[in-house]
């Protein structure tokens, strides 16, 4: 098959081309390689692609509409993974100019490339971030998210309302992924886990907030690629006949919403304490108070993917972080 992956370059994007090439797609990167954060991390992901020869590298902003009518129309997608997007909840705070651009504008590209050339099923990224201030747990995609407290969160928002717009109007299937915390090796350095990794082992105090009084639903990559994998494999249909509206679904299109996670809140003092045990080393805490834009608690409930595609997820926070660990040593050299 046919596979357009946006983000490529990117955490989760690497990953997913990955277990798709080994699977016997062929695969289109698209990205921009950003120097959002360190490029060359970013180049050595893509470098351990290029030898597949089922792969085939393109590099475009997602704004530019000429740039992706052409990769559209040249690449005649039979189905579309679109992870590319600006990140980081509080980047967004401080850039919020950014956001505009890519999450917004290229998304907009991005269903028009399916619309036009007839892709068979986009899955798209949102984000556990739409949640906002929502306080029920565990968070369900039937339950409202009208409330997001970032302007990233509130990007991943529209994304699901343009997604069910596209599938109303052209009977395009989408299907949006709401991801929980995800870590693990080739992880973003803006992220915790590097963050964590690289102070404790410098000997240097990391910055906990609201005074540790958090929790993550921390999803390791290899489960969170299953998931969208299966995810891609089953392709959303319109209702037949009269349904109820419902925010995971839709009364009228090809349209379905799912959680992403471990569906296993942990603790972030018992993550800090994972890693201290993975590095041998105790870390230095530094307590800060709540940060703007953040929540104190995910948890995903996943069982409408598990109920629709047999996902589960399978890697603990304990050996998730062992393999991190040991990635991050050989990689960094550390």
């Known amino acids: 098959m046919r596979i357009l992956v946006t983000g490529a370059a990117g955490f989760i994007g690497y990953h997913v081309a990955k277990a798709l090439l080994e699977a016997g797609h062929a695969v289109t990167g698209f990205d921009d390689v950003n120097p959002y954060y360190d490029p060359k991390l970013k180049r050595d992901r893509l470098a351990l692609l290029a030898p597949y020869p089922g792969f085939r590298m393109v590099e475009g902003g997602l704004e530019d509409r000429a740039a992706m009518e052409t990769l559209f129309s040249e690449g005649r997608f039979e ?21 505009a651009g890519s999450n917004l504008v290229g998304f907009l590209h991005v269903l028009e490339g399916c619309r036009h050339t007839g892709v068979g099923h986009l899955v798209y ?4 971030s739409v949640y906002g201030a929502n306080r029920k747990l565990p968070f369900s995609e039937h339950d409202n998210v009208d409330h997001p407290v970032s302007l990233y969160a509130a990007t991943k928002k529209a994304n699901e309302l343009m997604a069910h717009s596209y599938a109303h109007l052209y009977r395009l299937p989408v299907t949006g992924l709401r991801f929980f915390t995800v870590y693990g090796p080739w992880g973003r350095p803006d992220m915790a886990p590097i963050k964590f990794a690289r102070a404790i082992l410098a000997g240097e105090p990391i910055d906990v907030y609201n005074g540790g ?25 319109a209702p037949d006949g009269p349904v109820a509206p419902d925010p995971a679904t839709s009364p009228t299109a090809p349209y379905r919403v799912f959680n992403i996670g471990n569906s296993a809140p942990v603790p972030l003092m018992d993550f800090i ?3 201290e045990a993975a590095t041998g080393r105790t870390a230095k805490l530094n307590m800060l108070p709540m940060q703007p834009g953040d929540v104190a608690n995910t948890f995903a409930d996943v069982g409408d993917l598990a109920a629709a595609t047999g ?8 050996e998730g972080i062992r393999r991190f660990v040991a990635w991050y040593r050989g990689y960094y050299g550390a």
Do not use: C
């Open 213 to 237: 009084n958090l929790s993550r639903d921390f999803t390791y990559v290899d489960d969170v690629v299953d998931g969208v994998v299966r995810a891609l494999g089953h392709v959303p249909a």
């Open 311 to 318: 996902f589960a997820p399978k890697v603990s926070v304990d």
């Open 125 to 128: 990224a949102s984000s556990s």
């Open 79 to 99: 189905r579309v993974v679109h992870l590319a997007a600006q990140a980081g909840v509080r980047h967004s705070i401080a850039n919020p100019h950014a956001y």
């Open 273 to 275: 304490a994972a890693i």
